[in-house]
């Protein structure tokens, strides 16, 4: 973006890449955006901004992965699972689940 800012000082920032570069006049500034903008610096900014929202989304799938991991580890895998039958009536059977 083009803008004047006094007499005889023109600014030209680029949005993307936060470069700020000032002439006395607007057709030296001008000049600078256009070579600023076919650079490859800023064509690789450009596409970094494209992708930043993917790699965001994958950063925090990856981070919710290694969290839901964490929890199961803690959760299940350290703790042995309870050693009792789902049927209620096999519990009942002193015989073989805690009786004399
Ligand atoms: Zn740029």
Same mark, same amino acid.
């Given at each position: 973006?083009? $803008?004047?800012? *006094?007499?005889? $000082?023109?600014?030209?920032? &680029?949005?993307? &890449?936060?470069?700020?570069?000032?002439?006395?006049? !607007?057709?030296?500034?001008?000049? /600078? !955006?256009?070579?600023?903008? *076919?650079?490859?610096?800023?064509? /690789?900014?450009?596409?970094?901004?494209?992708?930043?929202?993917?790699?965001?989304?994958?950063?925090?799938?990856? $981070?919710?992965?290694?969290?839901?991991?964490?929890? /199961? !580890?803690?959760?299940?895998?350290?703790i042995p699972p309870p050693n009792l039958p789902h049927d209620p009536s096999l519990l009942r059977d002193r015989r073989k689940w805690g009786g004399?």
């Amino acid at each position: 973006m083009i $803008r004047k800012e *006094r007499k005889a $000082r023109w600014v030209y920032t &680029c949005p993307t &890449c936060d470069i700020t570069v000032a002439g006395p006049d !607007q057709w030296t500034v001008y000049e /600078f !955006q256009w070579h600023h903008v *076919r650079s490859l610096a800023h064509g /690789f900014e450009q596409l970094g901004h494209a992708i930043q929202p993917v790699i965001d989304a994958y950063v925090a799938a990856a $981070r919710a992965l290694a969290g839901t991991a964490e929890q /199961f !580890q803690k959760d299940y895998a350290l703790i042995p699972p309870p050693n009792l039958p789902h049927d209620p009536s096999l519990l009942r059977d002193r015989r073989k689940w805690g009786g004399r």
